[in-house]
């Protein structure tokens, strides 16, 4: 998938995003029947997610490992920097906002 630019707003990112797992299911030459049945989302959810844009993080887990498109969602779970020992042992004093 190509990045997602930050000037996009939230309705039009999941539509975005439902747009672009519909070319890929189409680019594999599938149907949303055979989708559905190979990543375990009902034939429901998956229309109106490439309809709407709407479905669960896990549904659209399913959606891209059954495309073969997992790896997509790497850098959202991927760890922060490696941090030093020292940074570690001794973090730095989060300031206390005022009300």
Same mark, same amino acid.
């Given at each position: @998938? +190509?990045?997602?630019?930050? $000037? @996009?707003?939230?309705?039009? @990112?999941?539509?975005? $995003?439902?747009?672009?797992?519909? /070319?890929?299911?189409?680019?594999?030459?599938?149907?949303?029947?055979?989708? +559905?049945?190979?990543?375990?989302?009902? =034939?429901?959810? *998956?229309? +109106?997610?490439?309809?709407?844009?709407?479905?669960?993080?896990?549904? *659209?887990?399913?959606? =891209?490992?059954? *495309?073969?498109?997992?790896?997509? *969602?790497?850098?959202?779970?991927?760890?922060?920097?490696?941090?030093? =020992?020292?940074? $570690? /042992?001794?973090?730095?004093?989060?300031?206390?906002?005022?009300?």
């Amino acid at each position: @998938m +190509a990045k997602i630019t930050s $000037i @996009m707003t939230e309705p039009e @990112m999941v539509r975005e $995003i439902a747009r672009r797992v519909r /070319e890929l299911r189409l680019a594999e030459g599938l149907r949303q029947e055979t989708l +559905a049945n190979r990543s375990g989302v009902s =034939l429901g959810t *998956l229309k +109106a997610f490439e309809r709407t844009g709407r479905i669960s993080l896990e549904r *659209l887990a399913a959606l =891209l490992v059954a *495309l073969h498109r997992g790896h997509e *969602l790497d850098s959202l779970a991927a760890p922060g920097p490696l941090r030093s =020992l020292e940074e $570690i /042992e001794n973090p730095p004093e989060r300031r206390r906002g005022t009300r």
